[in-house]
């Protein structure tokens, strides 16, 4: 025990103990500076000199553009670029589910259902249609407050009045004779025109294709959307001459009457018009 003490005390007094460090001029001997120290003062003044210095290069790489140099790090322009990926990804994933409401609609159109509410301003700009004029109507707000105050628990359908659409000009899509008329009543939500076997179909007016597939009830349906907010509808087609996402023009063929889908009694082409998601009358449009 005594020791270890006399150890811990010498330790203590070479600590302890002072120097002068002085500083000479070479040729002449003169002094020029001097420091008592002693070898507490040297370990103090160096580890207070390392935090400092450990502590002004964290701060120097935390705040200021040099941390960007660091490998590892993250720069600034990947940052924004990450936060600008997250952005388009949010939108990306919104108008995915946008377009899965729009293909139900689609859907629902074909089987002759209530189609779901959905914006008109949205469903253009998920079809992207450049060519066409889809900017909303008078017309749009007229038919949207009529339905709301006199058909708000019924199958939405323009049956008992004419919208005041004349300046539109649509084509016959096929010449024949209509032998069950438009009668939302009992669900039929457009006319059935009977034709000459393979006889063209033609779009009834300029527009794009947003449908053209096969279903089991309706068989080859194409649905092409117009401008105003016209939807136009073509069912039991033995075949489709134009397909999904192209443009057409009024009188285009688009596809040949035929007989195909459960749902169908004969050769006969099923053609429904849809302004503003509601069924209209197409005979009160068109002379068949």
């Known amino acids: 025990m005594a020791s270890e003490k006399?150890?811990?005390?010498?330790?203590?007094?070479?600590?302890?103990?002072?120097?002068?460090?002085?500083?000479?001029?070479?040729d002449?001997?003169?002094?020029?500076?001097?420091?008592?120290?002693?070898?507490?003062?040297?370990?103090?003044?160096?580890?207070?000199?390392?935090?400092?210095?450990?502590?002004?290069?964290?701060?120097?790489?935390?705040?200021?553009?040099?941390r960007e140099y660091i490998p590892g790090y993250?720069?600034?322009?990947?940052?924004?670029?990450?936060?600008?990926?997250?952005?388009v990804t949010d939108s990306l994933e919104n108008q995915l589910n946008y377009n899965s409401l729009f293909?139900?609609?689609?859907?629902?159109?074909?089987?002759?259902?209530?189609?779901?509410?959905?914006?008109?301003?949205?469903?253009?700009?998920?079809?992207?249609q450049s060519r066409i004029n889809l900017a909303i109507s008078k017309d749009d707000s007229l038919l949207r407050k009529m339905v709301e105050e006199e058909e708000q628990f019924n199958i939405p359908?323009?049956?008992?009045?004419?919208?005041?659409?004349?300046?539109?000009?649509?084509?016959?899509?096929?010449?024949?004779?209509?032998?069950?008329?438009?009668?939302?009543?009992?669900?039929?939500?457009?006319?059935d025109i009977v034709a000459k076997e393979n006889e063209v179909i033609k779009a009834?007016?300029?527009?794009?294709?947003?449908?053209?597939?096969?279903?089991?009830?309706?068989?080859?349906?194409?649905?092409i959307q117009h401008a105003e907010k016209f939807i136009s509808v073509y069912k039991h087609n033995s075949a489709l001459l134009k397909a999904q996402g192209q443009d057409v023009s009024s009188g285009e063929p688009i596809a040949i009457i035929g007989n195909s889908g459960e749902l169908s009694s004969g050769p006969h082409l099923h053609f429904e018009l849809w302004y503003n998601g509601y069924a209209v009358d197409p005979q009160e449009y068109i002379s068949f």
């Open 74 to 87: 993250s720069s600034t322009a990947l940052k924004r670029d990450a936060i600008r990926l997250a952005q």
């Open 204 to 223: 009834t007016q300029d527009g794009r294709v947003i449908f053209a597939e096969w279903t089991a009830e309706t068989g080859y349906v194409m649905i």
């Open 28 to 66: 002449t001997f003169e002094e020029k500076l001097s420091f008592k120290l002693s070898r507490l003062n040297v370990f103090v003044v160096s580890g207070l000199s390392v935090i400092l210095l450990i502590a002004g290069t964290t701060l120097l790489i935390a705040f200021t553009p040099l």
């Open 6 to 26: 006399k150890e811990s005390k010498k330790l203590i007094t070479k600590l302890r103990n002072k120097y002068r460090l002085v500083i000479l001029n070479d």
């Open 157 to 191: 359908v323009e049956g008992r009045r004419r919208l005041n659409l004349e300046s539109l000009n649509f084509f016959i899509p096929i010449k024949g004779l209509v032998t069950q008329a438009f009668n939302p009543e009992e669900e039929h939500l457009g006319i």
């Open 103 to 128: 293909l139900q609609n689609i859907q629902g159109v074909i089987n002759g259902q209530e189609p779901l509410d959905l914006s008109d301003d949205q469903v253009v700009d998920s079809l992207n």
